[in-house]
Nanobody, 123 residues
Framework: QVQLVESGGGLVQPGGSLRLSCTAS????????MGWYRQTPGKQRELVAT???????NYADSVKGRFTISGDNAKNTVNLQMNSLKPEDTAVYYC?????????????????WGQGTQVTVSS
């Protein structure tokens, strides 16, 4: 019913920048929040940044001051501007959305994940 598609990953040198984008499509009633998470082999998936439909943001301590999350409600899109990238930022980055689905006589809420996009920071 809902699909999330990410783009913008790639290889960048330390100190460089990348911009990730994620767009949700399908049977979307409304989106409460969208965000980015990342995961490396052997580690748990961790929150990077989130943004609500009202514009409230939350960042992991490790990316504060370097990453900026933004969204476009009309386009069901969330972006992550990543500056001053470090090797430890290397991971697969996943888009996530908390979505309310209008079910006719009732609504339901669930989370959706994108397929992930690889970010590699290396010299």
């Amino acid at each position: 019913q809902v699909q999330l598609v990410e783009s913008g990953g790639g290889l960048v040198q330390p100190g460089g920048s990348l911009r990730l984008s994620c767009t949700a499509s399908g049977n979307i009633g409304s989106i409460n929040a969208m965000g980015w998470y990342r995961q490396t082999p052997g580690k748990q998936r961790e929150l990077v940044a989130t943004i609500t439909s009202t514009g409230s943001t939350n960042y992991a301590d490790s990316v504060k001051g370097r990453f900026t999350i933004s969204g476009d409600n009309a386009k069901n899109t969330v972006n992550l501007q990543m500056n001053s990238l470090k090797p430890e930022d290397t991971a697969v980055y996943y888009c996530h959305a908390d979505i309310i689905i209008r079910g006719g006589t009732y609504d339901y809420t669930r989370g959706y994940w994108g397929q992930g996009t690889q970010v590699t920071v290396s010299s």
